[in-house]
């Protein structure tokens, strides 16, 4: 039996369904590899399964770290706009053999887990200061 070369399984997912660009299926490959290093304790566990929560937030950090404030709009050059999007992508991934899954995974799993502007603006944008709670002086002793 020949492995699967990721990048042909790719090129025949994106003829079939150009919704998404190429580099989006990498970026979930890559992102899986990271979520499952996080959720493995100390990197000396065998990888493992992850649900599609720990796969969202695996993608959010992994995104952040690559491309920082660019995440979001990375991401909607690629199609991406949606924790869904990423779901569907994955689901691809799975039909193509390229990723497995439980009998309990299921699409639903990644919608509404986070709003892409929360997740990828938000960290950048910068803090409201700190109000002070130091007491004003009254009208009559202003000058």
């Not at 090129?11 to 190429?22: D, M, S």
């Not at 065998?46 to 920082?68: F, I, K, N, S, W």
Request: net charge negative; charged share 30%.
């Amino acid at each position: 039996m020949q492995p699967i070369e990721f990048d042909e399984v790719v090129q025949r997912i994106t003829q079939a369904n150009p919704r998404y660009h190429r580099d989006a299926y990498f970026f979930v490959r890559e992102g899986l590899d990271h979520a499952q290093r996080r959720v493995t304790k100390n990197g000396k566990e065998l990888p493992r399964h992850v649900t599609a929560h720990e796969l969202l937030d695996g993608l959010r950090h992994y995104g952040l770290e690559q491309y920082g404030p660019m995440t979001i709009t990375v991401l909607a050059e690629w199609g991406v706009t949606q924790c869904e999007d990423l779901g569907e992508i994955v689901f691809q991934m799975i039909e193509a053999q390229l990723f497995s899954k439980t009998e309990t995974d299921q699409r639903e799993d990644f919608k509404g887990s986070y709003k892409f502007h929360d997740a990828f603006c938000e960290p950048f944008l910068p803090r409201k200061p700190a109000t002070s709670e130091e007491p004003t002086a009254p009208e009559s002793a202003r000058v």
